[in-house]
């Protein structure tokens, strides 16, 4: 069964810059979207960015023209490249395909 492992979390300083790293456990051929979700202290689980297999993409409007997402399925990876980094960033985010299940995370904390 594919799994996806997040990592690349950590404390940053606003306005700071994150790259977060989903690694797959075999191909991600198969998965037509995979999206990165982030769930923040006492909040609920959101999307942040998608992009499915032919390479569209998409962003809620919060994270929109700070973070990038991008896929290499020579490598197997989906990464969330994070700019211009905000307090209210601050969550445990997920990487998930299609019909997957969840992760463990990785935090990412933003602060002064």
């Known amino acids: 069964q594919l799994q996806l492992v997040e990592s690349g979390g950590g404390l940053v300083r606003p306005v700071g810059s994150l790259r977060l790293f989903c690694v797959a456990s075999?191909?991600?051929?198969?998965?037509?979207?995979i999206g990165w979700f982030r769930q923040a202290p006492g909040g609920r689980r959101e999307s942040v960015a998608g992009?499915?297999?032919?390479?569209?993409?998409d962003y809620a409007a919060s994270v929109k023209g700070r973070f990038t997402i991008s896929r290499d399925s020579t490598k197997n990876t989906v990464d969330l490249q994070m700019n211009d980094l905000k307090p209210e960033d601050t969550a445990i985010y997920y990487c998930?395909?299609?019909?997957?299940?969840w992760g463990r995370g990785t935090q990412v904390t933003v602060s002064s």
């Open positions: 998930r395909g299609d019909g997957m299940g």
């Open positions: 992009i499915n297999s032919d390479g569209h993409r």
């Open positions: 075999g191909s991600i051929d198969s998965v037509y979207a």
